[in-house]
């Protein structure tokens, strides 16, 4: 397996986590294999709170962590096994855990018991337990069934069950925060993205289908060294535009259409999400133009906002202040701005967010408000979010007829700094003036 980020990262990570659970314990199973079909499986991808913790990425492993142990972190991984190897590739297997991963012991993870009692053993010495429930069900009963016989080895104390924290929350906010390295690697993951979005734009033309467009993204992605897709990739051209979560990319692309693409590649396990739409012929045609527009403007308004001490909520609020503006210029909303802002007249053009955390998962961790979950709280320098208004004109929405079956989103990634940010996205074009020229250049 290829170790990419430098040990001394995940090391950090876990003197981080490990202080924070204090007299607690964690433990993190591997994410599962999946069966696709028959004897295939899903293409593997590492749990991205197991991965953050170790950089470990083989399934069946558990990662155990026991803040009073003088081995605080232990793994439980495949051992070597020649037969599997020749089949599979290489097992890394416990020695190799603790030379090239830090695990302080490491054992196998196919003979139950040793992850079993281990598991016990530090839970008689925890005041907690930190486990995520509810993700999967065989190791909630696993983690349930050893609470019970630690609790029965307890004898008779009067003593309660341990009480179970989601570790999410401690490591949602460590994850929310980016380190130079992490950054650094959200931002090959936009140049990688950017990159894919500027070739779909030279090729696409009328008579392609959306699949090529995706083959094409892909073929880019992976051609760069990408690992894999952040999230399936989105190719909708016309009115599948304004189907928000159209993943069929089977439609032909005719002339006078838009093609919307929301597509990112997961570089090193942190993962871009770029949405551009251009015109198939290369030309945009006036009322494209005029709702391509109106979102732009709503967009780089609200990059412009995106600071330190904003919020996503202002964001949000901002780009609906924006959009209803301009849907007012365009007539497809009547009245004061600010009724129409209060009955949310603009929700059936605008029916999403305006953005997300981004991270190792597209929709990232962490908290979106204080701590006492009543205020949203407020952006800081190392935070990376998206921003992508939209405006969508969609079968089931009632606006001017020359609109019907546009849809259109402008999404970048911005990283939070303390002088205010720096979009990782701007090699994707977004200019209709730019969009064109490359449009046109094939
Ligand atoms: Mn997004």
Redesign the pocket.
């Known amino acids: 397996m290829k170790k990419t980020l430098n040990p001394i990262d995940f090391d950090h990570r876990r003197k981080q986590f490990l202080n924070k659970i204090k007299k607690g314990i964690a433990v993190f199973p591997s994410a599962p294999e999946q069966i696709r079909n028959n004897d295939v499986h899903h293409e593997y991808r590492q749990d991205s709170n197991f991965y953050y913790l170790s950089g470990f990425e083989e399934p069946n492993s558990i990662l155990l962590f026991d803040t009073s142990s003088k081995t605080p972190f232990q793994m439980f991984v495949h051992p070597k096994d020649a037969t599997k190897e020749l089949w599979e590739g290489k097992i890394t297997g416990p020695e190799g855990a603790k030379r090239l991963y830090g695990a302080d012991a490491a054992f196998s993870s196919i003979d139950s018991k040793l992850f079993d009692d281990a598991f016990i053993h530090a839970l008689m010495n925890a005041e907690a337990l930190y486990y995520r429930v509810g993700i999967h069900e065989e190791w909630d009963r696993r983690i349930f069934s050893l609470m019970k016989r630690a609790v029965r080895q307890l004898g008779r104390t009067g003593r309660g069950m341990w009480p179970i924290h989601d570790p999410i929350e401690i490591l949602g906010e460590m994850r929310l925060i980016k380190t130079k390295s992490e950054a650094d690697r959200l931002e090959r993951a936009a140049n990688i993205t950017a990159e894919a979005h500027v070739s779909a734009m030279k090729i696409a033309k009328p008579g392609m289908y959306e699949y090529e467009i995706e083959a094409a993204l892909y073929h880019a992605f992976r051609g760069q060294g990408a690992g894999r897709l952040g999230y399936g990739s989105i190719v909708a051209a016309g009115a599948n535009a304004t189907v928000l979560h159209y993943v069929a990319n089977n439609k032909k692309l005719e002339d006078k259409e838009l093609l919307l693409i929301?597509a990112?590649a997961e570089f090193e396990y942190y993962t871009a999400?770029i949405?551009r739409c251009f015109p198939v012929n290369g030309r945009f045609t006036a009322e494209q133009t005029e709702i391509y527009s109106a979102v732009l403007k709503a967009q780089k308004s609200c990059v412009k906002m995106a600071r330190p001490g904003k919020s996503m909520k202002d964001l949000h609020n901002h780009a609906i202040e924006v959009l209803v503006e301009e849907l007012k210029k365009l007539k497809v909303l009547k009245g004061t701005s600010s009724t129409l802002i209060k009955e949310k007249a603009y929700l059936p053009f605008y029916p999403h967010g305006t953005?997300?955390w981004?991270g190792m998962d597209?929709?990232d961790s962490g908290r979106y408000f204080s701590e006492s979950y009543d205020t949203p709280r407020k952006l800081e320098p190392g935070m990376v979010i998206?921003i992508?208004p939209g405006l969508y004109f969609g079968a089931h929405t009632k606006g001017p007829q020359k609109y019907q079956g546009i849809g259109i989103r402008i999404?970048d990634d911005v990283l939070i700094t303390s002088s205010g940010n720096k979009v990782l996205t701007s090699g994707a074009p977004k200019e209709i003036e730019e969009i064109e020229s490359l449009c046109n250049l094939n």
């Open positions: 929301d990112g999400d949405t953005g997300h981004l597209v929709h998206t992508e999404e």
